[in-house]
């Protein structure tokens, strides 16, 4: 394994760099090879946990790794690629008053296909069907879509033809070698090639449009006895509810931060015997999580934290909302549509912090007035009696904060943090600090 070692090398100095050398070159190592061995992620999806484990930031990064254009994820700042163009156009654009023309269209590589968007003149002219490495390139999400944008820090080369096998849409690059078996809990996002055991709680057909045409898509709900996760199938293994399967060639995307997998017709199901994992009743549980374990996982499905509500941010309490795109008015506007006559609502945006790390959980107004045992309608004269709409802020805040609380939701994460939208909570009389600490020496005793 030793050639492994010296080929990683680089990229662990690269991280190290990353980090200003605050972390051992062993502990980068052994993180490395386990988000690559056990996680099965990219390399590149690898480097960037790793550092932002670690309080850094990824951009800092030196040593790019080609993605493939299926890993892309929306609001990377720097990527490289290796594509085909596989379709090109040019259009004049206004920007600043001034008039500019712009290349679009679409790149292909095996994995699948993605719209691109060139905002400065290139150095070479690019033609359908030419195959070009890209580098720090970056991406947006557009209409729910990942779009690659090349900027003026983007440089394009073309590369020989044959450096790059065609996309055939609907039918995705065969996998190389044997599938690695993954808990449901070790999901991460880009990794490919990986076998899951598990019993389907639910599923439906849906219809999809992929490149224009509607495509049927089988999604729901797995799990194994480590955890769940929402599943999409890309061809009719005729899945049904309650049965257990060994899923193998399945590969591994986000939204929003939360890990899902999917697969397609690389994929082989086999069935296996219903009793082999537990009853869907049981598996159907919220797991508890540290929310240090959320932040490594970038999000979860339906888990259950336990912490201390330590803050309300801005925005708790009675809000008035925009009745067109429901934004929550700043000083009477909306955000988008202007000064307009806001409709009230409650909420609370609170800082849950267990001790390993810290989350924003978000109460909706069923939620908020449950916790004041109040409905909106008395927040609403409440407010209008003290002629401020503070004092439902205020309230909360007396209620809520150094509260411990359990809070069950799905967890996301983005470029502020994790979020949880909270599906129901309960405060707790438990000494929430005296687990935490349990836990730090826990991790201490372990290392
Ligand atoms: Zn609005």
């Keep these: 394994m030793n050639s492994v070692k010296e080929e990683l090398a680089p990229h662990v100095q690269d991280i190290n760099r990353a980090l200003g050398n605050k972390v051992s070159e062993q502990e980068i190592e052994r993180e490395l090879s386990s988000y690559l061995n056990v996680y099965r992620v990219s390399l590149d999806t690898a480097k960037r946990s790793i550092v932002k484990k670690h309080g850094g930031n990824p951009a800092t990064l030196a040593m790019g790794v080609s993605k493939t254009l299926r890993e892309l994820m929306p609001g990377e700042q720097s990527v490289n690629l290796l594509a085909r163009i596989v379709s090109v156009n040019e259009k004049d654009v206004t920007v600043e008053g001034g008039s500019k023309r712009i290349l679009y269209g679409i790149l292909g590589d095996p994995t699948t296909t993605i719209p691109f968007t060139a905002w400065e003149p290139l150095s070479v002219p690019l033609a359908k069907g030419d195959v070009v490495r890209v580098q720090n390139a970056y991406t947006k999400e557009y209409r729910g879509q990942v779009?690659?944008?090349f900027g003026s820090r983007t440089a394009v080369a073309k590369e020989a033809p044959t450096a790059l096998p065609e996309y055939k849409p609907g039918v995705g690059q065969p996998y190389v070698g044997k599938p690695t078996p993954v808990r449901v809990v070790d999901l991460r996002e880009g990794g490919s090639n990986v076998a899951v055991t598990a019993r389907i709680l639910s599923v439906e057909r849906r219809e999809?449009?992929?490149?224009?045409?509607?495509?049927?898509?089988?999604?729901?709900?797995?799990?194994?006895?480590?955890g769940k996760t929402q599943f999409s199938a890309w061809k009719d293994f005729t899945l049904e509810a309650d049965e257990v399967l060994r899923i193998e060639g399945a590969y591994v995307k986000s939204w929003r931060g939360i890990p899902q997998i999917s697969f397609d017709e690389r994929a082989t199901i086999t069935r296996l015997k219903p009793d082999l994992l537990p009853s869907s009743e049981r598996l159907?549980?919220?797991p508890r999580m540290w929310i240090e374990d959320l932040a490594d996982r970038g999000g979860a499905a339906d888990v259950t934290v336990r912490g201390i509500l330590i803050d309300l941010r801005e925005g708790s309490g009675l809000v008035y909302r925009c009745p067109e795109c429901r934004r929550v008015l700043r000083k009477g506007?909306?955000?988008?549509?202007g000064e307009v006559k806001g409709e009230p609502d409650l909420r609370v945006k609170a800082v849950l912090d267990d001790g390993s790390g810290a989350l924003t959980a978000v109460f909706d107004r069923e939620l908020t007035e449950a916790l004041l045992d109040k409905t909106l309608d008395i927040c609403i004269a409440s407010a209008k009696e003290a002629m401020s709409t503070e004092i439902v802020r205020d309230e909360l805040a007396d209620l809520l904060v150094a509260q411990p609380i359990e809070a069950r939701g799905n967890v996301t994460s983005d470029d502020y943090g994790l979020m949880m939208i909270v599906e129901t909570a309960k405060l707790l009389k438990v000494d929430v600090q005296a687990e935490a600490r349990e836990m730090l020496e826990g991790l201490e005793g372990s290392a």
Aim: include cysteine.
């Design 147 to 149: 779009q690659v944008n």
């Design 208 to 226: 999809v449009e992929v490149d224009g045409a509607p495509k049927a898509v089988f999604s729901g709900v797995l799990a194994d006895e480590t």
């Design 284 to 286: 159907n549980v919220s």
């Design 333 to 337: 506007a909306c955000q988008l549509h």
